[in-house]
């Protein structure tokens, strides 16, 4: 296997390609399709109540065999990459007793899930838990839907060596289909004895992007469907700044759901783009006959600098089981009800900008450059539309935590989410509303160099 590593281009580009940074982006490691575990590992729910979820979990370092004979160091939940599936029905309690094993401290924030401030895992409201140390995470799931979770310390650094994990929500109406997995997408920037490379001040800047990607942890997997089959894919980005841009080829793919859960009707599309932090819910029927293989691709995208040359990449193999073809079932015309959010009475803007060039990258909103900012001000039970104004040169994935939001401008949409693409030079507006949970909650770009090097703040949600 030719091992193409580009990263040691750095030091002699930083001089030299100013301006072309897609010198920058390394090439994918294409492996071949390798047999193995596909799916994540399910928590171990110790509490015997129905409706309480509890699960010890624990971080540390591991080795991960990546792909066949290429093993890793790598820093894990419980020792898998992905961490653990946590699995949930709406309302239920979530109870998480957290060890801190790694040698360095860490928090975990719950992404997507609306929980109380105080369990969100950031700055303003948790000190990180030391070495050693534990901490029991305890919140309400209010939504169904596809929410993961990660360290909000050195994130970029820390999802990076592989902090990360899932938690599925299912409510009353999910459809039927033939199987219901969650694939975690990442990339990760390996050097040539496969150890995970370190990040120069050009890869801070675009965003490190990996050249070996991984769904749930293995370089090019397999995922066995049964011929017939509707299988349900919950899709989670947890990169720290790849854009993948999904397809299957020959097929038409229905999204059902996105961060926030079902949609209201399901939605036939070609390819389905999944910024980091975001996810999607996607249905395929599993055509063809047994032992039948098809490539699921991450194609080209331009996220600036130069990050759009890269030639398509396989991302996981869907192949065909043995078993004889079943009945395909049929897809609900309905999903969910969500009514769209009414007007509101708060207009804030915010200004994404970067400065210091490719040697020091700094990122600001609104000119100010995280922990350096004043907390925005706001009150509980506001509606508000939030308009994300990107001046710089590539997009940036933003995230808000603690509240979901409504898709406003360019075109509105009915759908939940907590992460939306900001486009190079574009404006996105969002509606939310402020509910349920005071507290200081923060935004930022889920590109995760960019927010640790600046692009976040925070948001003060007062009771009236
Ligand atoms: Cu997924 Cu503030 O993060
Ligand atoms: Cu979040
Ligand atoms: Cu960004």
Known sequence: MRLSVSVALSAACVAACMGDMGMMIPDVIEVPPSPGRFDTAAAVDLDPAPTVVEVALEARVASVELAPGHVTSMWTYDGALPGPRIEANVGDTVRVRFTNSLPEATTIHWHGVRVPAAMDGVAATQAPIAPGATFTYEFVVPDAGTFWFHPHV???????RGLYGTLVVRGPDEPATTTDRVVVLDDL???DDWSIADTDTMQAMVGRQGNLIL?????HPIALVTPGGLHRYRF??????????????GHRLTVIGTDGGLVPAPREVDEVLLVPGQRADVLVVATGAAGEALEWQSLPY???HGTGDKPTATVFQQRNDDAAPV???????????IAALPAATVQRELRLAESGGHHAPTFSINGETFPAIT???ARLGDLEDWSIVNTTGMDHPFHLHGFRFQLIAPAADVAWRDTINIPAGQTVVFRTRLEDHPGRW???????EHAERGMMGELEVAAP
């Open 215 to 219: 769904a749930n942890g293995r370089a």
């Open 375 to 377: 907390p925005l001000t």
């Open 302 to 304: 331009d996220r600036g």
């Open 154 to 160: 050195r994130s970029d650094v820390q999802v990076e």
């Open 327 to 337: 009945a395909t079932p049929a897809v609900p015309a309905t999903l969910a009800t």
């Open 236 to 249: 989670v980005n947890a990169a720290n700044a790849r854009y993948f841009r999904l397809a299957l080829p």
């Open 442 to 448: 923060m935004f930022h770009c889920h590109i995760l």
């Open 189 to 191: 920037l390996i050097a």
